[in-house]
């Protein structure tokens, strides 16, 4: 199977797009605030255990009990992961 193949085939599937979305839109928050904290050189380290409390409570509690059609623990936990994978990038911007 050719790269490209392998990309068409995936791109299309709903939890990769869910994963990118989760992913990329925490890592430009988090990296903004973290830019901005060091910019007025402001302690920036509390950022990212308080983003992964927000995203959990977003997905494991909020999600699982408000969104319609209900999501499944699954469902969740790969949002919850994009999110965590997106901190992760989004703290590690100050090293840029």
């Known amino acids: 199977m050719s790269l490209?193949?392998?990309?068409?085939?995936?791109g299309i599937k709903?939890?990769?797009?869910a994963?990118?979305?989760h992913c990329w839109g925490a890592a430009w928050w988090v990296a903004a605030i973290v830019q901005v904290c060091i910019r007025f050189r402001l302690p920036w380290h509390w950022i990212v255990p308080v983003a992964v409390i927000l995203a959990s409570i977003?997905?494991?509690y909020?999600?699982?009990t408000l969104e319609v059609?209900?999501?499944t623990w699954r469902d969740n936990a790969g949002d919850f992961a994009g999110y965590?994978?997106?901190i992760a990038?989004?703290?590690f911007t100050h090293l840029l």
């Not at 490209?4 to 995936?10: D, G, L, N, T």
């Not at 709903?14 to 797009?17: D, G, Q």
């Open 89 to 91: 990038i989004g703290a």
């Open 84 to 86: 965590f994978v997106g």
């Open 14 to 17: 709903p939890w990769f797009i």
């Open 19 to 21: 994963l990118n979305a």
């Open 62 to 64: 909020l999600d699982a």
């Open 69 to 71: 059609p209900q999501q």
């Open 58 to 60: 977003k997905e494991f």
């Open 4 to 10: 490209i193949a392998f990309i068409e085939r995936i």
